[in-house]
T-cell receptor, first 115, second 111 residues
Framework: DAGVTQSPTHLIKTRGQQVTLRCSPI?????VSWYQQVLGQGPQFIFQ???????GRGNFPDRFSARQFPNYSSELNVNALLLGDSALYLC??????????????FGPGTRLTVT | QQQVKQSPQSLIVQKGGISIINCAYE??????FPWYQQFPGKGPALLIA?????SEKKEGRFTISFNKSAKQFSLHIMDSQPGDSATYFC??????????FGPGTRLSVLP
């Protein structure tokens, strides 16, 4: 079975531009979460979606937004890019949400570089 | 209160030795504690996880020890191998599916 897939693998953008990152969860998983991992640090939670509804939001500015589609895939959008947005963006999927939810599995990430 | 502290920052172990990484948390609402292994350029891979009603869980060479009263948990890697060289993250699940990660431990296993 395919794991979590993300596209693109790498991306280079200029300050002020907008970017869209994509994620497909493991088949059967309905929950998708997004994380930002700056080099040398642990992942930081950005968003969680379950059944197309936002279930959680981390401490990120409104320039970050996301959505989940009927097939449970998801997009993360970042507007007005800053140099500090350069990071590995990770998508994770799980079968459920909330208490008692199962394990969370990560994709390979999208490496975003802002110049 | 949402922090997870992790130590050491880096660890060097000889092949065949035991690697021990420690984590601590404050939020008693955390209900699930996974460990992830990450190789350079890759996403984190789930290694082993434990719930707070269990004090120890073992899977192969990997063992989690959990001390609920002390709000601490640790990962033990027995018979460490050069292929175990990676960055290890502890994490804790809070509200919903919001995982809080430790800052990571870079493990190097010398041949």
């Amino acid at each position: 079975d395919a794991g979590v897939t993300q596209s693109p693998t790498h991306l280079i953008k200029t300050r002020g531009q907008q970017v869209t990152l994509r994620c497909s969860p493991i088949s059967g998983h309905k929950s998708v979460s997004w994380y930002q991992q700056v080099l040398g640090q642990g992942p930081q939670f950005i968003f969680q979606y379950y059944e197309k509804e936002e279930r959680g939001r981390g401490n990120f500015p409104d320039r970050f937004s996301a959505r989940q589609f009927p097939n449970y895939s998801s997009e993360l959008n970042v507007n007005a890019l800053l140099l500090g947005d350069s990071a590995l963006y990770l998508c994770a999927s799980s079968s459920r949400s909330g208490q008692g939810a199962g394990e969370q599995y990560f994709g390979p990430g999208t490496r975003l570089t802002v110049t | 209160q949402q922090q997870v502290k992790q130590s050491p920052q880096s660890l060097i172990v000889q092949k065949g030795g035991i690697s021990i990484i420690n984590c601590a948390y404050e939020n008693t609402a955390f209900d699930y504690f996974p460990w992830y292994q990450q190789f350079p350029g890759k996403g984190p891979a789930l290694l082993i996880a434990i719930r707070p009603d269990v004090s120890e869980k073992k899977e192969g060479r990997f063992t989690i020890s959990f001390n609920k009263s002390a709000k601490q948990f640790s990962l033990h890697i027995m018979d460490s191998q050069p292929g175990d060289s990676a960055t290890y993250f502890c994490a804790a699940r809070g509200h919903g599916q919001n995982f809080v990660f430790g800052p990571g431990t870079r493990l190097s296993v010398l041949p």
